[in-house]
């Protein structure tokens, strides 16, 4: 039965992880190219297919083990290229496609919510069992984990997409050094998140920061869609 309940965790993690992360990255690509990139698209990137974007590691092994310790869900595909010359305006275009990313997660957020919403007022009630409540499942983490991953994703620090939203705001004289910033962004990742949490845990990012704010974002969904809290 414990196998049983851990694979149900996992799939209705999973799942919609993986999709809201390729819808992520494929937004990314679509802005890219209607605003004079074409290097995703001819890289066969502009897909839903997981099989395109998936990083080992980020799609699959670190959210199933913090699916098994029952932690916060996150993280990520392969980034869609882009190459910011081919834009027709790189400075101001590489912001929407910054943009891009977090904005496709919360529309799927609204959207998902608007499908709770009706089944809801139909119902009376979200399904808790079978084949229903296991779609219900997988559309509630779905909500859940878009908001996490758009507020996630406008930390405004390198390699987020919140930190090529900064490199755009900023005074070009200062962008060559916020550069040399972004190439540690793997490392700065792993610190904010992993490390920093272990030795002091009071300036943990996630709980202090994006879980307040994402929660904030997600009761103001299920208001919208009439949905109990």
């Excluded at 998936?54 to 980034?79: N, R, Y």
């Excluded at 490199?167 to 793997?186: C, D, S």
């Amino acid at each position: 039965m414990a196998e049983q309940n851990m694979a149900y965790t996992v799939a209705v993690w999973l799942i919609p992880l993986v999709f809201a992360i390729v819808c992520h990255e494929v937004a990314h690509g679509w802005v890219a190219r209607a605003l004079g990139d074409q290097t995703a698209a001819n890289l066969g990137r502009l897909t839903l297919n997981p099989i395109k974007h998936v990083d080992p590691i980020g799609t699959v092994v670190l959210p199933l083990l913090l699916a098994i310790a029952h932690a916060p869900i996150f993280g990520w595909a392969k980034p869609v290229p882009v190459r910011a010359k081919r834009l027709r305006n790189p400075r101001r275009d590489m912001v929407l496609v910054a943009l891009a990313g977090p904005g496709s997660n919360l529309v799927l957020a609204l959207l998902t919510t608007l499908a709770l919403g009706a089944t809801y007022a139909v119902a009376g009630e979200l399904p808790e069992t079978g084949a229903a409540g296991f779609l219900t499942d997988n559309l509630v983490n779905f909500l859940l984990i878009n908001v996490f991953l758009a507020i996630f994703n406008l930390i405004p620090l390198p390699p987020f997409d919140g930190g090529h939203v900064v490199e755009g705001a900023l005074p070009r004289a200062l962008v060559p050094g916020w550069r040399k910033i972004a190439r540690f962004g793997f490392p700065l990742l792993v610190f904010l998140l992993l490390v920093l949490p272990m030795i002091a845990p009071k300036a943990n990012i996630v709980a202090r920061v994006i879980g307040p704010i994402a929660e904030t974002v997600i009761r103001a969904f299920l208001a919208l869609g009439g949905i109990p809290a």
